[in-house]
């Protein structure tokens, strides 16, 4: 059985890799937004149900233990971590566009390089 190997040039051995990289980078930040989103949803719900009870004064869990606070005083918390987490995705999918826009650069340098004409133009 004869193997048959094509032989790239250094330069686009090194483009490949550098779209591998990428390809992980885009993964790793998916999964952080998809992490934050989850988050942001579950103090949502925690948010809309604080909105529901007509107590003045609720719990919150801090570690092991339920410690007393305001009704208003956990809703600016659950607000600014809401606001946290939005930015977070927010964050993420810049990166994640930027990472794209690179990978598209690369993708391009290498087709060229190839000789291989840009399939997406059509």
Known sequence: MVEDKISLPPAAQQLIMQLQTYQQQLQSSAMQRESFSVQKIEFERALEELEKTKESEVYKSVGPILVKTTKEEM?????S???MFDLGVKKMEKQEEKIREKAKETQDKLKA???????SAA
């Not at 809703?75 to 607000?79: G, R, V």
């Open 75 to 79: 809703k600016k918390e659950l607000k």
């Open 113 to 119: 390089m190839l000789g291989k004409p840009d399939s």
């Open 81 to 83: 971590k809401l606001e």
